[in-house]
């Protein structure tokens, strides 16, 4: 994080120029960025052969069910797994991590344009269905949030705690048959985080230097103070 207490200050036209400065930077960025992307798009696919069976408020679900007559599925896996709570793991028994419910909150209200992008969004979890409905229904939540599981990172991880975050992306062709088109996990999350993406503007930054670095997020409901409060 900057020092705010003794930060530069610049006339207008000093300012100008730098801010033209940045500007030529961040015109880079996009355009690696652009040919980030489509080198993700044009990443090789893998066909899921494997039968998976995802308990949903629907019932039982297979991974086809999921698009839910679209063409293109994402899946956001959630770290809610009542079985392995300890006094280290990020949730309850009763509730999923509070750094997940950032996340979940942050495309709550992306899942209607995406579906008019031929996308279908679902968040996945450990934790029984019934337990994922009740947490559902807390946050206001409308997207389909099902029971399943999740490697992480491809490889083994050595962390304190039995699951962590992911997205996993999948493709259905007219035929009917799933390929596994894309995952991404760790860091590779937070380009799905708008709040993040907002607090890399201001001066602060994400102020989260240092152990327990995400140690303000709170679960939506449970921040306390003035600041949850609406603006009037």
Request: charged share 25%.
């Amino acid at each position: 994080m900057s020092n705010l207490t003794d930060h530069r200050i610049v006339s207008h036209e000093a300012w100008i120029a730098e801010r033209k400065a940045l500007l030529a930077k961040e015109k880079d960025f996009n355009r690696i960025r652009d040919e980030l992307s489509a080198q993700r798009r044009d990443l090789a696919w893998e066909r899921v052969t494997k039968q998976y069976a995802f308990a949903g408020s629907h019932g039982s679900r297979t991974l086809e069910q999921l698009f839910d007559g679209r063409s293109q599925l994402v899946v956001y896996h959630a770290m809610f797994d009542p079985e392995t709570v300890t006094p280290r793991t990020p949730y309850t028994k009763d509730a999923p991590c509070s750094n997940c419910s950032f996340w979940m909150d942050n495309f709550e209200r992306v899942v209607v344009h995406l579906a008019h992008r031929d996308v279908t969004l679902v968040a996945a979890s450990r934790a029984p269905v019934e337990k994922l409905e009740v947490y559902r229904k807390r946050m206001g939540w409308t997207f389909e949030w099902v029971s399943a599981g999740l490697e992480y990172n491809y490889a083994p991880a050595t962390i304190p705690i039995a699951e962590l975050p992911g997205i996993s992306v999948f493709y259905k062709d007219a035929g009917g048959q799933v390929f596994h088109t894309y995952s991404t996990y760790a860091r590779g999350l937070d380009m799905l985080n708008v709040g993040y993406h907002y607090l890399d503007l201001v001066p602060k930054g994400r102020d989260e230097e240092g152990p327990g670095e995400r140690h303000w997020i709170r679960r939506r409901d449970e921040y306390t103070d003035a600041k949850a409060a609406p603006c009037h």
